[in-house]
């Protein structure tokens, strides 16, 4: 069972929908980050949330974190090809805040 | 500014061998940390390194897989006695703390055990 939920696990769209995926645990986190990963490279982070109920935006792209920071989301408009990639939510466990455990993914392929 | 690098990039061995997996860091960047990652999957976290401080070795999956980080630098990952199970792409990253900063991630080392 992960602890960082994910879905859709795979959405295919056209260019210029919109879409959301969504990153779920029953644990509460002091902060998430949202990731992502195209093919044959490591990860790159988008945005990191740390106060529940903060919504940031970052041109497209909507990142919310729930009240009870226990889930987040991620909204992007309009979506477009260059967006394909597999979008993966982190966050720190353990002691120190260091370890940190990532969702399975979210892959998103956008079709011209 | 150069990032983080991993070398090999390919590695295919056989089952029983044992296979070393190289991370140079970020210079300056005092956490480093190894992943695995099975196709199409998400991250699995193996082991971080924090200053001088002991790793957290808690995500190795067995006794195995071992890593080392000299001189708050360089990191080698070491598989002993390999298992078809051990295929995955091996990623590395490096940041300049703990979870609200951001990692860095390596291209990776594709793993492939015949």
């Known amino acids: 069972t992960q602890l960082l939920e994910q879905s859709p696990q795979f959405l295919s769209i056209q260019e210029g929908e919109n879409l959301t995926v969504y990153c779920n645990s029953s644990?509460?986190?002091?902060?998430l980050q949202w990731y992502r990963q195209e093919p044959g490279e490591g990860p790159v982070l988008l945005v990191t949330?740390?106060?529940?109920?903060e919504v940031k935006k970052l041109k497209r792209l909507t990142f919310q974190f729930g009240d009870a920071r226990k889930d987040s989301s991620l909204h992007i408009t309009a979506a477009q090809p260059g967006d394909t990639g597999l979008y993966l939510c982190a966050g720190p466990r353990g002691t120190g805040g260091f370890k940190t455990i990532f969702g399975a993914g979210t892959r998103l392929f956008v079709k011209a | 500014g150069a990032g983080v690098s991993q070398s090999p990039s390919n590695k295919v061995t056989e089952k029983g061998k044992d296979v070393e997996l190289r991370c140079d860091p970020i210079?300056?960047?005092?956490?480093l940390y190894w992943y695995r990652q099975s196709l199409g999957q998400g991250l699995e976290f193996l082991i971080y390194f924090q200053g001088n401080s002991a790793p957290d070795k808690s995500g190795l999956p067995s006794d195995r897989f071992s890593a080392e980080r000299t001189g708050g630098s360089v990191s080698t990952l070491t598989i002993q006695r390999t298992q078809q199970e051990d295929s995955a792409v091996y990623l590395c990253?490096?940041?300049?703390?703990?979870?609200?900063?951001?990692?860095?991630f390596g291209p990776g080392t594709r793993l492939t055990v015949t």
């Open positions: 210079s300056g960047h005092t956490a």
């Open positions: 644990s509460v986190f002091s902060s």
């Open positions: 990253a490096s940041s300049l703390g703990g979870s609200l900063y951001e990692q860095y």
């Open positions: 949330v740390v106060t529940g109920g």
